[in-house]
């Protein structure tokens, strides 16, 4: 697995709806590649704060959104767009 692809997995992950061997290819990459492992921790915290504040879940649009700039950040095309900013 590779950034683009553990970030288009990464919702699933958090909410644990991956198969197991997705799962386990999210946790291998997770594992060797800090700039996924920060993420994955902002996007859980974002996530937290959430649920904190009452709601259940991050809605899908808002979601849609900050991954996309989580994906346009790895591929370079964002100007210095940060996890951060995403959320
Ligand atoms: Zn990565």
Do not use: K, W
């Not at 492992?37 to 859980?44: G, N």
């Not at 808002?62 to 100007?79: K, P, V, Y």
């Amino acid at each position: 697995m590779n950034c683009e692809e553990l970030i288009r997995y990464l919702s699933d992950y958090i909410d644990r709806e991956l198969d197991e061997e997705l799962r386990a290819d999210a946790q291998e990459h997770l594992a060797t590649c800090r700039n996924c492992r920060v993420v994955l921790d902002t996007t859980q915290q974002m996530i937290f704060l959430y649920r904190r504040t009452g709601r259940r879940a991050i809605p899908a649009e808002r979601r849609g959104r900050l991954f996309r700039r989580l994906q346009e950040a790895f591929q370079g095309s964002g100007t210095g767009t940060t996890a951060d900013q995403a959320a």
